[in-house]
């Protein structure tokens, strides 16, 4: 994908990468650092799921996990290729700020033993 159909180049972690600084190829073609997703200039355009995972900050073996879960967002499939809309990310983001049952459940005991585990560690160094 040349530079120019790209805005932003941001890796997983979340650290912005100028156009600027892609190396280029003897060819003239981008390469991309290991682990960066070039986001679509239009808002519009479906993203892939490395682009998904880089727009909203996860890996992409969480969003398998997610996925196997049913915590994933809507795809489409073009041919082999999977895509997820803009209106399935915002569903998914609205969808994940305020959960409903087994999900919220989930995260009410994740929170407790996240709580628990804290309790213990502040009691273990008290000692």
Same mark, same amino acid.
Request: charged share 25%; with cysteine.
């Given at each position: 994908m040349p530079v120019t159909d790209s805005i932003v180049v941001a890796s997983n972690d979340g650290a912005k990468v100028a156009d600027s600084v892609v190396r280029m190829r003897a060819s003239g073609a981008?390469?991309?650092?290991?682990g960066v997703a070039?986001?679509?200039k239009d808002p519009r355009q479906a993203l892939t799921v490395p682009q998904?995972?880089? !727009?909203?900050?996860?890996?992409?073996?969480g969003y398998y996990k997610l996925k196997a879960q049913g915590l994933g967002p809507r795809e489409m499939r073009l041919g082999a290729s999977v895509r997820i809309s803009p209106e399935a990310?915002?569903?998914w983001q609205r969808e994940r700020e305020s959960p409903t049952g087994a999900e919220a459940e989930a995260r009410l005991q994740?929170?407790?033993? !996240?709580r628990e585990r804290a309790r213990r560690a502040v009691a273990a160094v008290a000692r």
């Open positions: 981008p390469v991309k650092p290991k070039v986001l679509p998904f995972c880089t !727009a909203v900050g996860i890996s992409r073996c990310l915002l569903d994740n929170e407790k033993r !996240a």
